[in-house]
């Protein structure tokens, strides 16, 4: 944990910025990175600020800090800020980080909150909008930032731009985008290939970083022969290729394994794509889940990443089409599988969740029992334990924490699927009954 009012040092070369220099490069999304921005106080302009820090963490570190995290008295905010690529869009960045500090100082202002929590969410607000001098820094990026001042408690990570802006405040920090991004964080190997040339990208949450290249033999000109010659030059060439396609797939093998990459997308000519998956071994082949046609001489890093986020975009659609249909079935079946928030809130109570399936834009309010974890959509006293209950903004949050609590795994859906009436569904440990009525 970090104190609320500290203003820790850069750490480490990840995103680093000195407080003397101002680099604009984004930090790579959840990594560990360090950013110390300097401020000039407009009305005397020799008169410096102090600099504004951000130590941000790397996302599975945040998140196992954040589920071990609850406050008891003052409310811990949640914030997500998105800053946009385009330099053009960033005073309307400016702007949303002001409408999300205004919602913490509404909340400041309210007579239902002691003092001591008015007075922490007086701080988060006034931290939140240093953020503001950032804006340049964190272009194409989502920053998420965690903080409860009474308790001296702050938590940053950042994310790809895809996060959405959001603020919550709540006992516990509001987790559900950082699982989000979990889910999409497999790391992809990207080749891309012709028959002489080759080039390894490992993409991981929107970046592509290039690890090899390989490049092949060929004849000066294979389509020049006379005569007889034609056919054996022919022959040759293509032997060249297939030899660069070998050696590229031997590249591919290391790059996986050095890496611990689980799958793999190509992209090239038609033709050398399906040349190049016609020699790559049995191991690697079943790792591939997508491919796209460009034109390995013209592409620029920039359309090699979009075309590589397409393709493994659809792959991860499929994936949950899959999943989804999966454990309606096994619901159909009558085997261990729930569908339906207060079904799968039942099944989270018993501990009985093995895979939460979760429609990605869905939030429910409902009540959290903070003595034996109990979780349901309303009620003032835990059935369990009689304890009173605590409001939630956000159920399904305080689910998705208790199956990683209890070893399970969760799955965010954006995919178009039957989860956009269910909300929820999940597989099971063992099988849990339905509740009456629902």
Not at 136 to 155: D, H, K, S, V
Not at 191 to 209: P, T
Request: overall charge negative; glycine content about 10%.
């Amino acid at each position: 944990r970090k104190g609320a009012g500290a203003r820790a040092p850069p750490r480490g070369r990840g995103g680093a910025v000195g407080a003397g220099r101002l680099e604009l490069a984004p930090p790579p999304p959840a990594r560990p990175a360090s950013v110390v921005v300097p401020r000039v106080d407009p009305e005397h302009p020799k008169r410096p600020l102090p600099p504004v820090p951000l130590a941000a963490t790397p996302v599975g570190a945040a998140v196992d800090t954040l589920l071990g995290f609850r406050s008891p008295g003052a409310p811990v905010v949640s914030v997500y800020w998105c800053v946009p690529g385009d330099p053009g869009r960033l005073k309307g960045a400016r702007s949303a980080l002001h409408g999300l500090v205004g919602q913490v100082r509404d909340q400041a202002e309210s007579r239902d909150l002691p003092r001591a929590a008015r007075m922490s969410l007086r701080a988060d607000a006034d931290r939140i909008l240093e953020l503001e001098e950032l804006v340049a820094n964190l272009r194409g990026r989502t920053l998420g930032l965690f903080r409860c001042a009474e308790q001296r408690f702050e938590e940053a990570v950042v994310l790809p731009g895809w996060v959405r802006d959001r603020l919550e405040l709540d006992a516990t920090p509001y987790v559900r985008p950082l699982l989000a991004v979990i889910d999409e964080a497999h790391r992809y190997a990207v080749v891309i290939v012709d028959r002489e040339h080759s080039q390894l990208f490992e993409f991981h949450l929107g970046v592509l970083e290039e690890r090899a290249r390989e490049d092949g033999r060929s004849l000066r000109k294979p389509d020049f022969a006379a005569g007889d010659k034609e056919h054996g030059v022919r022959n040759k060439a293509a032997e060249l290729a297939k030899r660069h396609y070998r050696d590229t797939a031997r590249a591919l093998g290391q790059l996986v394994q050095q890496r611990g990459i689980g799958l793999v997308v190509v992209g090239g000519h038609e033709d050398t794509v399906a040349a190049f998956l016609g020699v790559l071994p049995r191991d690697l082949r079943q790792k591939v889940v997508g491919t796209f046609v460009a034109d390995p001489h013209t592409l620029s890093p920039a359309a090699a990443r979009d075309q590589a986020q397409r393709a493994i975009d659809d792959y991860e659609r499929r994936e949950e089409e899959q999943l989804v249909a999966h454990a309606l079935e096994e619901v159909a079946a009558g085997g261990w599988s729930a569908v339906g928030l207060d079904w799968c809130l039942l099944a989270a109570n018993e501990h009985a969740i093995e895979l939460l399936l979760v429609r990605a834009d869905a939030s429910v309010p409902g009540r959290a029992c903070d003595g034996c974890g109990w979780l349901g959509r309303e009620g003032d006293d835990c059935p369990i334990d009689g304890k009173p209950l605590r409001e939630t903004p956000d159920v399904i949050d305080e689910m998705a924490t208790r199956v990683l609590d209890t070893s399970g795994s969760v799955e965010h859906v954006y995919a178009d699927t039957p989860l956009r009436d269910h909300v929820v569904a999940a597989l099971l440990r063992f099988a849990v009954p339905r509740p009456v009525g629902s």
